[in-house]
């Protein structure tokens, strides 16, 4: 791993954040920084400990003799368990999430429709 991978790993994990909890403004790019600051809060502590990581690693890439100071070993570490925790909630699930929730919504209107028609077909005699 070398200095120029910090900035890719970081800002992935800045988008898989942004996906799974929100926060971000459409055509804006998500940085690590304004997403731990905005919903760094929804990651469990753990995790949170490992994103510190990334953001502390992410401010020194930019300068070149803080770089050398960064622990590749445990930056790799810290990108590897956040990204395994904020994966698998990826846009698709979330988009099957939502429309079986749609689904549902409507289908139990459509059950309560029918209660009341059959209720008010009982109230007249048709029944």
């Known amino acids: 791993m070398s200095i120029e991978n910090i900035r890719p790993m970081a800002d992935e994990v800045a988008g898989l954040m942004a ?8 055509g804006h790019q998500a940085d690590l920084d304004s997403m731990m600051r905005k919903r760094g809060g929804a990651l469990p502590r753990r995790l949170r400990r490992e994103a510190r990581i990334l953001l502390d690693g992410d401010r020194m890439a930019g300068h070149p003799k803080l770089a050398r100071q960064v622990n590749f070993d445990r930056f790799e570490r810290a990108h590897k368990a956040l990204t395994h925790y904020l994966r ?7 988009l099957q999430g939502g429309a079986v929730s749609i689904a ?5 209107g459509l059950m309560i429709l029918g209660a009341v028609a ?10």
């Open 88 to 94: 698998p909630l990826g846009k698709g699930a979330r």
């Open 118 to 127: 059959v209720w008010i077909m009982l109230q007249r005699g048709l029944i």
């Open 19 to 26: 996906a799974r909890f929100g926060g971000l403004r459409r």
């Open 104 to 108: 549902a919504s409507v289908i139990l």
